[in-house]
């Protein structure tokens, strides 16, 4: 009796005028929905990413009316409220026969009609709490829907509320429902993939067998009948794991979570789309091409040499990536020989030499307090005396290092630091081996700075946003140094002597390029300019795993010279007019395998010769024998698990002649250029005498360590 008085009262109840409610219009609504996507926008305002950035709930953007699958339609409207056209937003029949039903029953089965749903979703006030709605919640619920049904069409009606109801989990929307569930457009949806989002709406997240129970019976009531085992199938394939949805427009995921902060629905970047998405296939592409020579991993960026403006962020090669979330632009790495145009810039700029200058590149021992330090170059070839200018276009790495010596490692750094490159440590840290790259860098500051050479050794931030442009701009080169570094970069005849005339850095246009690989082939990267733009490429393995035989002209620069291509398929590139501070000279070289050219110098540092030409000819060889090892002032260390008889120093000089090895004005050997030593603990100093007894070459250098311990037979 209790049961049926309170559906007496709520009958009577609701039969009294209600005030009439402030609802908003369905305008309103719509313009106050909000995704929980955003989307970056490029240059010209296309989207080229959507990036989730609301974790409390999955809601795509506002599927129209007349974009939703009328199976759909269909299905939610028998489900939900059969009579829903008919109505004027409470079915009062479905109302009564509830009621009775309830109170029959004893316990609590609702009628509420779609527009009585969609009111609740607009008024938070109207949703049941933990012990259900109240009776006055009911009646407000029923007075709202009739004041909606009063303003808003029945098509308003249904694309709100299939807009704004929960399907699934966090999936709100028919938009993130379609998607996320199958993939598809709400407009696309089949009958049988209707009947299961319809039959999800009353217990989103009930068990995967009630959900396919009710769509079963749901689709039994429909002319078109489907099989009930093929619904119970979609049922278990689609609910039973998980789902994601994915992204229609995808293209810089990374550059989006830069941007799109502090609830923004939508920004503008300095992106251009199509160089965007020709960067992207273009580095996919050659990755797959590499994938046998174990690299897996690659980025891209382009700037705009003068706005210092982002065109193309391409962070990794996206799926087939093997870390799809790290970010290979920013990410620290290796340099290899890509900082030798720095170094270069600072020794010419400190006129330390000319382009022109000799360098000899003959082997290198360097004393170090970790042992002695012996460079090599790539190909495991020594040139004799080069050319400055030769040097750098062909990658050389003892002449970089004897280059090192002369600038000081302490003031590379300081000049680095001045280009943008951050975190980096003292110079006595990385010693000579800066000269060939053992510095961590990110492919931005890398690009950024080979920017700056662009711009006559001009540097500032690059920007991805318009709204964040960086002012900040200082001069980190002289113009002079600047131009004739990058004039030795875009030489072809003086690159050839390592790469060959025809290769991968050869453009049709004017540009200004570089290579480098780290040590063990674990990056290998590709950075140069034109007149407009700089473009900087990195290839390798995220996991920091070494590539197979991949060179500086097999690796990142093939995926340049295409993006530089395509860059300037309706673009010339001229070279750099020459400050005001440079002079030219022609010079012929003595005895070297360098052509005659014409020379840039730096105002005061030209050859004080004829005007017509200079010759330049190289130091003549010394003949006298020198001791080529040990190196003056080296520190040999005795390892104590070396049996001491497998543990000779060899003694070596650098030509045949009859003299004498002395140390510690002792003989221990002639006639001969290598001689094995056992070493002991001390200080020592090693001469050649010839047989006059004259000096030719001395040195000194210390032994440190434990002596191993003497064998048995030694012991008798």
């Known amino acids: 009796m209790r049961e049926l008085r309170s559906a007496i009262l709520f009958l009577i109840i609701t039969l009294i005028p209600a005030p009439v409610f402030a609802l908003p219009t369905f305008v309103e609504i719509r313009a106050s929905y909000k995704k929980s996507d955003a989307f970056l926008l490029d240059r010209r305002g296309q989207v080229i990413q959507e990036l989730r950035v609301d974790t409390g709930g999955r809601r795509l953007a506002w599927v129209t009316f007349a974009n939703i699958s009328p199976a759909l339609i269909r299905s939610v409207i028998h489900s939900e409220d059969q009579r829903f056209y008919d109505h004027r937003g409470v079915d009062w029949l479905a109302l009564g026969a509830a009621t009775v039903r309830n109170a029959r029953a004893g316990k609590k089965r609702g009628a509420s009609t779609i527009t009585m749903q969609l009111a609740a979703m607009i008024d938070k006030n109207l949703k049941a709490g933990a012990t259900g709605k109240t009776l006055r919640q009911k009646w407000k619920q029923l007075q709202a829907a009739r004041e909606l049904e009063k303003t808003w069409s029945k098509d308003q009606i249904l694309e709100a509320y299939l807009n704004l109801i929960t399907f699934r989990g966090e999936l709100q929307g028919v938009a993130a429902a379609a998607r996320g569930l199958f993939g598809k457009e709400p407009s696309g949806l089949n009958f049988t993939e209707s009947v299961l989002l319809a039959a999800l709406i009353r217990a989103p997240n009930a068990p995967v067998e009630l959900v396919a129970a009710r769509a079963r019976r749901l689709a039994a009531l429909r002319p078109a009948v489907v099989p009930g085992g093929e ?402 002032e080296t520190i040999i260390l005795v390892d104590p698990d070396i049996p001491e008889e497998n543990s000779a120093v060899f003694l070596a000089a650098s030509a045949e002649g009859q003299f004498d090895w002395l140390l510690n004005n002792q003989q221990i050997g002639n006639s001969s250029n290598l001689i094995p030593w056992k070493p002991r603990p001390g200080k020592y100093r090693l001469s050649l005498v010839d047989r006059q007894g004259q000096v030719i070459d001395s040195l000194t250098f210390e032994v440190r360590g434990v002596l191993p311990p003497p064998t048995d037979d030694n012991q008798h």
């Not at 979570?257 to 960067?279: E, F, I, M």
């Not at 962070?315 to 620290?332: C, E, Q, T, Y």
């Not at 131009?483 to 049709?508: C, K, M, P, W």
């Open 231 to 632: 619904i119970k199938t979609l049922a278990i394939n689609t609910l039973s794991g998980t789902y994601r949805t994915i992204y229609q427009v995808d293209l810089a995921p990374h550059a989006a979570r830069k941007l799109l902060v502090r609830g923004q629905q939508k920004t503008t970047s300095t992106l251009d789309g199509p160089l965007q998405r020709y960067a992207t296939a273009t580095l996919n592409y050659h990755l797959q091409a590499l994938n046998r020579q174990n690299v897996r991993d690659g980025a891209v960026i382009v700037l705009d040499n003068e706005t210092g403006e982002i065109l193309a962020y391409v962070a990794n090669s996206g799926p087939s990536a093997s870390a799809r979330h790290v970010d290979g632009i920013v990410a620290r790495r290796l340099a290899g020989s890509t900082l030798k145009p720095f170094l270069y810039a600072l020794a010419l700029e400190k006129r330390l030499f000319t382009a022109a200058s000799l360098l000899d590149d003959s082997p290198l021992n360097v004393p170090t307090a970790a042992g002695i330090y012996m460079p090599h170059n790539y190909d495991n070839e020594f040139k004799g005396f080069v050319s400055v200018r030769t040097a750098l276009a062909s990658s050389l790495n003892i002449p970089a290092v004897r280059a090192l010596m002369l600038a000081g490692t302490d003031n590379f750094v300081l000049r680095l630091k001045a280009l943008g490159f951050r975190d980096l440590k003292e110079g006595d840290y990385y010693g000579l081996s800066m000269a060939l790259g053992s510095v961590d860098i990110s492919l931005y500051e890398l690009t950024n700075a080979y920017r700056s050479l662009a711009n006559g050794g001009r540097w500032s931030e690059a920007i991805l946003s318009y709204g964040s442009r960086e002012k900040t701009r200082r001069r980190v080169f002289a113009p002079e140094a600047a131009f004739i570094v990058s004039h030795i970069l875009a030489d072809r005849t003086a690159r050839g002597l390592t790469f060959g005339y025809e290769n991968q850095l050869a453009t049709r246009f004017w540009t200004a390029v570089k290579t480098g690989t780290s040590k063990d082939m674990r990056d290998n990267w590709c950075v140069g300019f034109s007149g407009k733009y700089t473009v900087g490429v990195w290839v390798g393995n995220f996991s920091g795993e070494a590539m197979w035989n991949v060179s500086g002209t097999s690796g990142a620069a093939p995926v340049w010279l295409e993006v530089m291509n395509f860059l300037h398929r309706n673009r010339l590139s001229r070279p750099p007019a020459p400050p005001a501070g440079i002079v030219a000279g022609k010079l012929d070289f003595d005895g070297l395998r360098e052509s005659s050219r014409e020379e840039w110098f730096i105002k005061g540092t030209e050859p004080m010769v004829a005007p017509s030409s200079a010759t330049i000819v190289p130091p003549l060889p010394d003949e006298r024998p020198r001791i080529t090892y040990p190196p003056a």
